[in-house]
């Protein structure tokens, strides 16, 4: 995956019920499936040379999902939190859980922390896990906590990552990949999406594997990003 060295790419991955639903399975074991594409792209964006993952596993709109679909989903997290950090060391993946934690569960606060804690010193990637996790929320809550001279829009950009439990600040997202068919933010990285480049697929999250990304960075290279200016001055 030539060009892809450097990148933030941040994943919505939506379509794990449908996928679970067309085989007259519970929506739980589409969650389960998953994981499993979790893992299969964070190891082809760390062997890409991609700089920062960042994934929406849950956001603050989905507490109002039924309760047993909460409960499996937020285990989940902890069971991929506890079975992946060791891998993610292995392979030099830093782990960062972005979005709110007040309203977690203990247990689950405290594997974060271990897995932030263990994968501290890496360096390869980052992998930004976002749970609990509402851009409007963060921004409204940045503001809230802005000096009353106002900010420059980095100091901004630095209070946003602390509210959000990510610093180091790691900079805006390069390309925005959706799969399962729809297409919107949902409430995700606004802020940093400012310049993104947007890319939707029809795919299912379960069966998003690495030709499929390869599918989304050529998309992405033949983009031509100009950032509000003319062509010629961003080469
Ligand atoms: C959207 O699909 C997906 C979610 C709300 C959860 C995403 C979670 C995972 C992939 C597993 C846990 C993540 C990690 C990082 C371990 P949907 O349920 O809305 O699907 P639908 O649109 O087909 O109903």
Redesign the pocket.
């Known amino acids: 995956m030539s060009g892809a060295g450097g990148l933030h790419i941040a994943i919505?991955?939506?379509?794990?019920?449908?996928?679970a639903?067309r085989r007259g399975m519970p929506?739980s074991a589409?969650?389960i499936q998953?994981?499993k594409?979790?893992r299969r792209i964070v190891e082809a964006c760390a062997h890409a040379g991609i700089r920062t993952l960042t994934?929406?596993?849950?956001?603050s709109d989905?507490w109002h999902?039924p309760g047993p679909?909460v409960e499996s989903?937020l285990k989940?997290?902890r069971?991929?939190?506890s079975t992946e950090t060791r891998r993610c060391r292995r392979h030099s993946i830093r782990i960062n859980v972005i979005g709110r934690r007040d309203r977690l569960p203990g247990g689950l606060v405290s594997a974060i922390e271990d897995s932030e804690r263990l994968t501290a010193g890496c360096s390869r990637m980052r992998l930004r896990?976002a749970v609990d996790y509402s851009s409007k929320h963060s921004i409204v809550e940045a503001a809230r906590r802005a000096p009353r001279g106002g900010l420059s829009a980095q100091g901004f950009q630095d209070l946003l990552a602390q509210v959000d439990h990510s610093l180091p600040e790691c900079g805006p997202v390069d390309l925005l990949i959706r799969t399962?068919g729809?297409q919107r933010l949902s409430d995700f990285l606004l802020w940093d999406c400012a310049y993104a480049e947007l890319y939707f697929t029809g795919h299912?999250?379960p069966d998003f594997g690495e030709s499929e990304l390869r599918e989304a960075l050529a998309e992405f290279s033949r983009r031509q990003r100009r950032f509000g200016r003319l062509l010629a001055e961003t080469a």
């Not at 994934?55 to 956001?59: D, E, P, Q, R, V």
């Open positions: 919505i991955m939506d379509g794990n019920g449908r996928w639903q929506r589409g969650h998953g994981v594409a979790v994934l929406y596993a849950f956001s989905n999902r679909e989903l989940l997290l069971c991929y939190l896990i399962g729809e299912l999250w």
